[in-house]
């Protein structure tokens, strides 16, 4: 199994609250995805990041922000939690970006997030 | 913005049936993603194929390119292989997933 951790696993918090959700690597993989995955819909990508301190957005980015100070480690952020962020998070890693054909994604066990 | 659609949503089968999981999509890709969730929520890769077919295990995918289409077959099933699968098409802006299908295997 690839080596993805998230930290934490669930969490409670109350609405305007900030909030940090950490995924860590040991696979020194360059690409690094955030999504959510919520009942009637597919996963959706939040963040990404190509590399260190590169990152971009992704369809759902609103309310959410990231950082990535180092290849192993990448960070998500809601500045001010809302009830619509309740969601199961999760973290994945790629060797190859968004397009490309040669790798595989691999997913983090997932953050329960509720917003209360 | 591709549109991925996965069929049937939900089924429940006997075991030892043969399973298969339809997946189409709007848009030409590059790959295709078969993801297996288990009811504990860890998501496991099982396939990435960008033409033909796939086999591992009791696990077989295929895709058309041109049809865009793509199955997941499941051979001498098992209460085991009670999951959501997940399908996921990789186009240029990163993979579309579709909303799983929620198979049940009865003893």
């Known amino acids: 199994d690839a080596g993805i951790t998230q930290s934490p696993r669930h969490k409670v918090t109350e609405t305007g609250t900030p909030v940090t959700l950490r995924c860590h690597q040991t696979?020194?993989?360059?690409?690094m995805y955030w999504y959510r995955q919520d009942p009637g819909h597919g996963l959706r990508l939040i963040h990404y990041?190509?590399?260190?301190?590169?990152?971009d957005k992704g369809e759902v980015s609103d309310g959410y922000s990231v950082s990535r100070s180092k290849t192993e480690d990448f960070l998500l952020t809601l500045e001010s939690a809302t009830s619509s962020q309740t969601s199961v998070y999760f973290c994945?890693?790629?060797?190859?970006?968004?397009?490309?054909?040669?790798?595989?994604?691999?997913f983090g066990p997932g953050t329960r997030l509720t917003v209360t | 913005k591709n549109e991925v659609e996965q069929s049937p949503q939900n089924l429940t089968a006997q075991e030892g049936e043969f399973i298969t999981i339809n997946c189409s999509y709007s848009?030409?890709?590059?790959?295709l993603h078969w993801l297996q969730q288990h009811p504990g929520g860890g998501i496991v890769s099982l396939f990435m194929?960008?033409?033909g077919k796939k086999k591992h295990g009791r696990l077989i995918a295929t895709i058309n390119i041109q049809e865009k289409h793509s199955s997941l077959h499941i051979t001498a099933s098992h209460p085991r292989d009670s999951a959501v699968y997940i399908c996921?098409?990789?186009?240029?802006?990163?993979?579309?997933f579709g909303k799983g299908t929620h198979l049940i295997i009865q003893p």
């Open positions: 994945a890693i790629s060797g190859f970006g968004l397009s490309g054909t040669s790798d595989e994604q691999y």
């Open positions: 696979e020194n993989h360059r690409y």
């Open positions: 990041s190509y590399g260190v301190k590169d990152t």
């Open positions: 848009v030409g890709i590059s790959a």
């Open positions: 194929l960008s033409s």
């Open positions: 996921a098409v990789l186009g240029a802006d990163g993979l579309t």
